[in-house]
């Protein structure tokens, strides 16, 4: 189960790319990387990167990053949100 902490990253992140601010989300995903290197979200955070690659358009990083997310986690259900998602 994840702590409150880790949601609180992720949900952080995720707004910031709501609103289309980029930066802020890289630095809440990086935050949430450096305090949980094996977080129980850490597939939910692989996959904001990778949309705010591909908002931020850089899609061969967004699609590196992909083929690592579905190296690393081939049955998560954002493995078809990933696929979709990436160019």
Do not use: C, W
């Amino acid at each position: 189960v994840a702590s409150a902490e880790e949601v609180g990253k992720i949900e952080a992140a995720r707004a910031a790319l709501a609103r289309g601010d980029a930066p802020a989300a890289i630095a809440q995903l990086n935050d949430y990387d450096s305090a949980h290197p094996n977080g129980q979200l850490k597939p939910e955070s692989m996959t904001l990167r990778i949309q705010v690659l591909i908002n931020s358009g850089k899609a061969t990083e967004a699609r590196t990053l992909a083929n690592e997310f579905q190296a690393k986690y081939p049955q998560h259900p954002l493995v078809q949100q990933v696929n979709r998602n990436v160019p």
